[in-house]
């Protein structure tokens, strides 16, 4: 994958089922974290913050298989479905591989909740 300059650029380079995810993804953390949105280490962050990867609240990132959507303190956000899978420090993600993997408020439900939980540690 190139380097992209945009969130846009970085989708429009995805494989064509890769963006339908995206486009269900996209407008959930658009919502929840409106108009945050660069491209910060090579994919797609949305902060709280005043520059790209400050006060990080979500991730979208491309591999071969799937996209992986993920939560900086996912591991602090509820999720009663089991579907985030822990990462590094207090990040937890899920893997996406078809457009039948996005739950439309599950998610907003994550985002909220990690926004909130990034709004309170930001201040």
Do not use: N
Request: charged share 15%; glycine share 10%; aromatic share 8%.
């Amino acid at each position: 994958m190139t380097r992209s300059a945009t969130v846009d650029d970085y989708t429009a380079s995805l494989p064509e089922a890769q963006q339908r995810i995206c486009d269900l993804l996209l407008p959930l953390i658009e919502q929840a974290v409106p108009g945050t949105g660069a491209v910060w280490h090579g994919h797609p962050v949305w902060s709280l913050g005043a520059a790209p990867g400050k006060a990080p609240v979500c991730f979208v990132k491309a591999y071969a298989g799937h996209l992986a959507f993920g939560l900086w303190r996912g591991q602090e956000v509820a999720d009663p479905s089991g579907r985030l899978a822990a990462g590094a420090r207090s990040m937890a993600s899920v893997r996406l591989r078809s457009t039948a993997d996005v739950d439309a408020a599950l998610f907003a439900g994550w985002l909220a909740a990690a926004r909130d939980l990034e709004q309170a540690v930001a201040g």
